[in-house]
């Protein structure tokens, strides 16, 4: 496992855990936002990693910058003395949290069953095999043909006369790297259930 590999996981991990600390364990307001700028720190460095530098700064100026900083002035105006005691928890905050830990557990023991089964196994590692060379592609940090040929595309879309930087842009978020934008708008996506489950709370 090379230097880039070990990076790429470790990142992934802290993205991941900062998402779930961010809603589960984040009953103080100022804790979940702190989680979520991490998340979103993460998920920058992520990209930057996969060698596109403009979503990684996207999300760190957007984000990071913007509204990270809102949730932190609309918390300075809340009562977090009231928000924070865990008696004035509603018990649907409290049903909905009890109701998460039962369905967890339901979905990670019919997941361990499927894979129990030999046909399904094998399938699962041959799609995980897969995502890994896709993966392996892109991150491994040398001058792959990947990189190559995107830097022959950008190069052709820059020397253009009738591109501009911006259309260059638009293009490849729209083309080469559609699965990418697809992903931050996932990613934005629990950005705005984490904040609803932030009010309910």
Not at 10 to 15: A, D, I, K, P, W
Not at 69 to 80: E, H, Q, Y
């Amino acid at each position: 496992m090379t230097l880039t590999w070990g990076v790429f996981y470790l990142l992934s991990v802290l993205t991941i855990l900062s998402g779930v600390l961010t809603i589960v364990m984040g009953k103080n307001p100022i804790n979940s936002v702190v989680y979520l700028v991490s998340c979103f720190v993460n998920c920058a460095l992520i990209f930057i990693l996969l060698g596109v530098n403009l979503l990684g700064f996207i999300y760190i100026i957007v984000y990071v910058g913007a509204i990270a900083i809102l949730f932190i002035f609309v918390i300075m105006m809340m009562d977090l003395r009231n928000l924070t005691s865990e008696k004035e928890m509603s018990s649907n905050s409290k049903g909905f949290l009890s109701l998460s830990y039962p369905l967890a557990l339901i979905i990670a023991i019919s997941t361990l069953l499927l894979m129990m089964k030999e046909n399904n196994l094998s399938v699962i590692l041959q799609i995980t095999t897969d995502l890994g060379s896709s993966i392996g592609k892109i991150v491994v940090n040398d001058f792959t043909t990947w990189e190559i040929a995107q830097r022959n595309i950008w190069d052709s879309l820059i020397q253009s006369s009738m591109n501009t930087v911006l259309h260059s842009v638009g293009y490849l978020l729209y083309t080469d790297f559609l699965s990418l934008l697809l992903l931050a708008s996932l990613i934005l996506l629990m950005v705005m259930i984490s904040v609803i489950a932030l009010i309910k709370i």
